[in-house]
């Protein structure tokens, strides 16, 4: 590596201004619109960039990968980067931040020198999944098209969570064919950068990070504040994260999880678990992972941290008997209908999977209450109910959606037609609730979308600042 290259750098100044100069954007692309925006790329560049074929999903859509490769010497230490798109087909930020991605990296040479990366890139690893979701990809921000048009797959169909595991009591190995072939990229790849492109739904943003690449925490601090969106500072997403910085988690590992739950007197693998993540099993290779989590909408109080005045064991109380309540309503609907139903839509696969764990997921929070660390005064940030809106809406959405398929297909015997009713009307009234509890209000895509994109910027960039830091010492040494 020569001292020129040595010395060149992109800094978070730089990294905060491309965020913020993204042109406007409005919606989210189709599938077909992002690989036609992703292959035009390829073809007006195709000494930059090439493309192979890792796999194919479950519906017969071949799954690319392409590579734009940062350097111009065979022998120097460009990192090897992995950008994944699409991991949780209900998350389509990401689309965005790839094809911004792969457009700068081939129009700006001087970023592909300065980043020093081999850029590999798969724009959709679950395009099946992903097309479920097009119907609210226009109007993101309307809730009632939201969730009447959301999907997200049960955990055993998600390519997130279905990398193979043996680990003590925890087995398994029943992978998709979209997680062999991502499982086939990381293995062959062995990156050193591992971004999945995940996004939330609503509140503030946050980050799932390695901790060797802690240093990052500033700029990912910065990016959303430049850009007016709230940090997440309520609970994290589950107890056994730990916290590098506000709102920035370690990206741990499935035996860590594991253990923790043993520890704390939990079943460590529980039945109905799937496998393990991707970021999990990129880490064999010594891989740093970073997941940037922007919401859809920002929430009331999301980054606020002062007293709210309420006890936070009778929040946890509130929210957990309101979710046992709704999910036991639920079983009870399904239980009476499910000998009449006779599509096995992937809609109601996820209703069958998810509408129980809204009543453990309602009684951990119930145990929670009883614990005396959460008789306090909980900040405003704090807001349980926000986790009771998402199950209703998402999941009593998806059986919803079950059933009306049914109705729409002519095979709904008179049960189905009212249950779809019923459900109908407790839907409309928890989407009007949710309206007025959490007061969601739209995030403009491009603020989400530049966010997202200056983390993978950042990532890379501090990497290769390290790299070339240690090798600066080699050379004085």
Not at 42 to 49: A, C, S
Not at 380 to 396: D, I, K, T
Not at 421 to 430: C, K, P, Q
Not at 443 to 459: E, F, M, R, S
Request: aromatic share 8%; net charge negative; hydrophobic share 40%.
């Amino acid at each position: 590596m020569t001292t020129e290259a040595m010395a060149a750098t992109i800094s978070d100044d730089e990294i905060v201004m491309r965020a913020s100069s993204l042109p406007e954007l409005d919606g989210y692309p189709t599938v077909d619109e992002l690989l036609e925006r992703v292959e035009a790329l390829r073809e007006e560049f195709p000494d930059l960039v090439t493309k192979r074929r890792v796999g194919t999903s479950r519906l017969g859509e071949p799954i690319m990968q392409y590579t734009v490769d940062g350097g111009t010497d065979a022998d120097d230490r460009r990192a090897r980067c992995l950008v994944v798109g699409g991991i949780h087909p209900n998350e389509p930020i990401g689309s965005h931040t790839v094809i911004r991605l792969i457009d700068d990296l081939l129009r700006d040479g001087s970023l592909r020198e300065r980043l020093h990366a081999v850029w590999h890139v798969i724009p959709c690893i679950d395009p099946d999944g992903m097309r479920l979701n097009e119907g609210w990809f226009d109007e993101p921000f309307d809730g009632e098209t939201y969730f009447r048009h959301f999907y997200r797959p049960p955990g055993h169909e998600q390519v997130e969570w279905t990398f193979p595991i043996d680990y003590k009591k925890k087995y398994f190995d029943a992978t998709l064919p979209e997680t062999r072939a991502l499982q086939r990229a990381i293995d062959e790849v062995r990156p050193d950068l591992y971004i999945p492109l995940h996004n939330s739904e609503t509140g503030g943003a946050y980050y799932y990070l390695s901790p060797d690449a802690r240093d990052l925490a500033p700029l990912l601090h910065r990016l959303p504040a430049e850009l007016g969106i709230p940090l997440h500072l309520g609970e994290p997403e589950a107890s056994h994260f730990t916290e590098l910085a506000p709102a920035v988690f370690a990206a741990g590992t499935s035996e860590d999880v594991y253990e923790w739950r043993v520890q704390n007197g939990l079943d460590p693998a529980p039945p109905g678990g799937a496998g393990q993540s991707s970021t999990s099993y990129a880490s064999r290779y010594g891989t740093l992972s970073l997941i940037a989590e922007l919401p859809i909408w920002r929430t009331f109080g999301a980054d606020d941290t002062q007293p709210s005045g309420t006890n936070y064991a009778d929040l946890l109380r509130e929210a957990g008997e309101a979710l046992v309540g709704t999910g036991t309503h639920l079983c009870a609907v399904l239980d009476s209908i499910r000998s009449s139903l006779t599509i096995d839509s992937p809609f109601l696969r996820s209703a069958e999977a998810f509408v129980p764990g809204m009543t453990r997921a309602g009684q951990h929070m119930i145990d929670r209450a009883e614990d005396p660390a959460n008789d306090r005064v909980a900040i405003v940030a704090e807001r349980p109910m926000s986790v009771v809106w998402m199950y209703r809406l998402r999941f009593g959405g998806a059986l919803l959606r079950a059933l009306r398929a049914e109705v729409a297909a002519g095979s709904a015997p008179a049960t189905v037609r009212r249950a779809a009713a019923d459900l109908e009307r407790s839907w409309n009234g928890w989407l009007a609730r949710r309206d007025s509890d959490e007061r969601p209000e739209g995030i403009p895509v491009t603020d989400v979308v530049g966010v997202q994109y200056g983390a993978v910027l950042g990532l890379v960039a501090h990497h290769a600042h390290r790299v070339r830091t240690h090798a600066r010492l080699e050379e004085a040494s």
